[in-house]
């Protein structure tokens, strides 16, 4: 089969994802929304890009968003500024996003010689797309650009400033993407210096000027964040070495962190998807270390440092982050991507490269199976509470007050709240007196239908009284046969406060 025959199954299947997908409820989200597009929404949809009671903020005033790197919020700003600002909104973004992954990895796939292995792998990218979605995050975006580091570090003549740009591009995509691309680009450029006199020398003052360069974009963007708000530098870091899933908890050492927790989480049932995915993406490097080792004899310098950085990127990804199993997720599939794109124009490693990713590939499509399995579920739970985020609205004062949403509606109440938030990471209860109404869900209740979610202790729930009852609690099932047990529906018990103060709203810092 001819390449231009696999972009045509690529086009076809993307645009048959696409209709099935706006066929299907929107997906659920999950509390990354409010990290990752949150802030991107309401520049779309109010100019000010900003978002209130995120993680290590003490009250409810919505400030410069500083928690990530920008270029995610702002891509989503850039399309809900053009399509639609709906339910489907964050779902067709998410698509988009896994789209372009998918079209970067085939390729990929397609530079390699025909052969069985090479053209299956082409076959499955590009009937299943689909599998490069990670939902609500910027992993796909950090795959692609990562993708584009490497192969300008691999071009022979590529000069050191224009790979740090490409990496300072990357960090203020996903930070973790730069770490690793910038391990790879130790390695690609080492590769190339080997055969020249002081390759060593030559290649730590090339990464010198290229970690230089991205320094000179960095620092700047740095200062505009700082000038336009003090605190923003300060939430940046205590989000990116936070104690509660990166290297804080690390260094902290803590009897209920890293790994030991996640491991928890999957025996109790809690985290047991989060913890299966953690292991088969890992899985990948253990499967690329036995085959290194197995066929060390034969292996040049050109072929193990590529494989060296994998590993290495591995390392640090499970010692530092050990609850971000989307990071390892991302490293599935870019190792591979990283062994093709890295092996130049030879055949050592791309076979077992093309295995590990049809390896990623399978690994992930049991997620997206049960991802969509939810939804042709959630169909009949979705149309009943369709109208529950209008009628809320119409019993609010003014539109800015402030709702709070618990569970993962936030792409169904969204359009009709710009004053949206989440109370699990606000430390300051004394600040929710403002809060005008609640959004209680059921989506991951683990109580019987007859029992009614209890609201948040924190927001004191005499001061609410409900307004309209979810009107369709359910689990998931499989031929009526429940899968999951917790309820997944979309409804949620409506709550006004007794007296709104229509002065509550959001006030800016």
């Known amino acids: 089969m001819r390449s231009a025959h696999y972009w045509i199954l690529f086009a076809i299947a993307s645009l048959g994802w696409l209709a099935g997908t706006l066929l299907l409820p929107p997906s659920m989200s999950g509390n990354d929304t409010f990290i990752f597009r949150d802030a991107g929404w309401n520049l779309a949809s109010s100019g000010t890009f900003e978002s209130a009671a995120l993680i290590y903020m003490r009250d409810l005033t919505p400030r410069l968003y500083s928690h990530y790197t920008p270029i995610m919020p702002l891509l989503f700003a850039g399309y809900a500024s053009v399509f639609p600002r709906n339910a489907y909104a964050g779902t067709v973004f998410n698509l988009l996003l896994g789209l372009l992954a998918a079209a970067v990895a085939l390729v990929c796939v397609l530079r390699r010689a025909p052969g069985r292995l090479r053209n299956l792998t082409a076959l499955a990218v590009a009937l299943l797309p689909v599998v490069f979605i990670i939902y609500d995050r910027p992993e796909p975006l950090g795959l692609v650009l990562s993708c584009a580091v490497l192969a300008t570090a691999t071009r022979p003549q590529s000069h050191p400033v224009l790979i740090g740009l490409l990496i300072a591009l990357v960090f203020l995509a996903h930070p973790f993407a730069a770490v690793v691309s910038g391990v790879w680009v130790s390695a690609c450029l080492l590769i190339r210096n080997w055969k020249t006199d002081g390759r060593w020398t030559k290649t730590v003052a090339q990464i010198a000027v290229a970690g230089a360069t991205a320094a000179v974009v960095l620092v700047p963007v740095a200062l505009l964040y700082y000038s336009l708000d003090h605190g923003s530098l300060t939430r940046f870091a205590a989000h990116s070495l936070g104690v509660k899933t990166g290297l804080g908890r690390v260094i902290a050492s803590s009897s209920q962190g890293g790994l030991l927790q996640l491991l928890r989480m999957g025996a109790t049932g809690e985290g047991f998807l989060s913890l299966l995915?953690?292991?088969?993406?890992?899985?990948?490097?253990?499967?690329?270390?036995?085959?290194?080792?197995?066929?060390?004899?034969?292996?040049?310098?050109?072929e193990w440092l590529p494989i060296a950085a994998a590993l290495i990127c591995m390392v640090i990804s499970v010692g530092l982050f050990p609850l971000q199993e989307n990071y390892v997720v991302l490293l599935s599939f870019l190792v591979p991507l990283g062994m093709l794109i890295g092996d130049g124009k030879g055949r050592t490693l791309v076979n077992p490269a093309l295995a590990l990713l049809l390896w990623a590939m399978m690994s992930n499509s049991a997620f997206v199976a049960c991802g969509f399995l939810q939804r042709i579920e959630q169909?009949?739970?979705?149309?009943?509470?369709?109208?529950?985020?209008?009628?809320?609205?119409?019993?609010?004062?003014?539109?800015?007050?402030?709702?709070?949403?618990?569970?993962?509606?936030?792409?169904?109440?969204?359009?009709?709240?710009?004053?949206?938030?989440?109370?699990?990471?606000?430390?300051?209860?004394?600040?929710?007196?403002?809060?005008?109404?609640?959004?209680?869900?059921?989506?991951?209740?683990?109580?019987?239908?007859?029992?009614?979610?209890?609201?948040?202790?924190?927001?004191?729930?005499?001061?609410f009284h409900l307004i309209q009852a979810d009107p369709q609690h359910m689990w998931i099932t499989i031929f009526g046969h429940r899968v999951m047990r917790k309820q997944w529906g979309y409804g949620c018990d409506l709550y006004l406060r007794n007296q709104i103060n229509p002065g509550a709203a959001w006030t800016h810092n």
């Open 277 to 302: 995915a953690w292991s088969l993406s890992v899985s990948s490097s253990f499967l690329l270390a036995g085959w290194a080792i197995a066929r060390r004899r034969n292996l040049t310098a050109h």
């Open 379 to 463: 169909i009949s739970s979705y149309r009943a509470a369709a109208e529950q985020p209008r009628y809320l609205l119409s019993q609010l004062p003014s539109p800015d007050s402030i709702v709070v949403l618990q569970g993962h509606d936030y792409d169904f109440f969204k359009p009709e709240f710009h004053r949206l938030i989440r109370l699990a990471d606000v430390e300051d209860v004394n600040h929710f007196a403002s809060v005008a109404a609640v959004a209680n869900c059921y989506d991951g209740f683990a109580g019987p239908v007859s029992a009614m979610r209890p609201l948040p202790e924190q927001l004191k729930p005499t001061d």
